[in-house]
């Protein structure tokens, strides 16, 4: 008996800490999937001119729609069918505006790759230079050495002018 109590106060304590599913969104949900039309190129909801119509017609609409019980997706692609895809404030994540999502990173990896490969031609370059002979190094000096020494003594001989 006391098993069968305990099993029925789990099963609710479980159902009351289930998760709980999203609520329907909100006209600030939506506005800020939504450019606004009005020629400002800003998001819907941050469209900062005082009197603008198309934002405050937009909202209206939303709304309106939202209370026919229409969803957010649905509202978004009324919009899309009267404005087209610019009304949207990123691409759609599929077809050819794929490559508006995938391109920056692609640029960013191939950038990556060539600054890679650039540095480790340059660090072989100079590690090959490290590995001169001694001899060959006091063999260079030497010559220098020499021709200095000549110089000196002409510029004595001769003076400065």
């Known amino acids: 008996m006391v098993r069968k109590i305990i099993g029925v106060i789990l099963v609710v304590l479980i159902f009351t800490v289930a998760p709980v599913q999203a609520g329907p969104e909100s006209v600030s949900d939506i506005s800020d999937e939504l450019v ?18 198309s934002r405050e017609a937009m909202t209206v609409f939303i709304i309106r729609e939202m209370e ?8 978004i692609q009324t ?14 994540k599929k077809g050819f505006n794929l490559i508006a999502w995938i391109l920056p990173f692609a640029a960013i990896l ?47 001989k001769s003076g400065f002018r």
């Open 36 to 53: 606004c039309q009005c020629g400002c190129s800003m998001i819907l909801r941050n469209c900062s001119h005082q009197e603008c119509g």
């Open 68 to 75: 026919r019980g229409q969803s957010g997706a649905q509202i």
């Open 79 to 92: 919009f899309v069918r009267q404005y087209g895809e610019q009304v949207l404030s990123s691409p759609p």
């Open 110 to 156: 191939v950038g990556g790759a060539i600054i890679y490969a650039a540095l480790k031609k340059w660090v072989g370059r100079s590690s090959l230079s490290a590995t001169v002979d001694r001899d060959e190094i006091e063999e260079i000096y030497d010559e220098y050495g020499r021709q200095l020494e000549q110089e000196l003594r002409k510029f004595t």
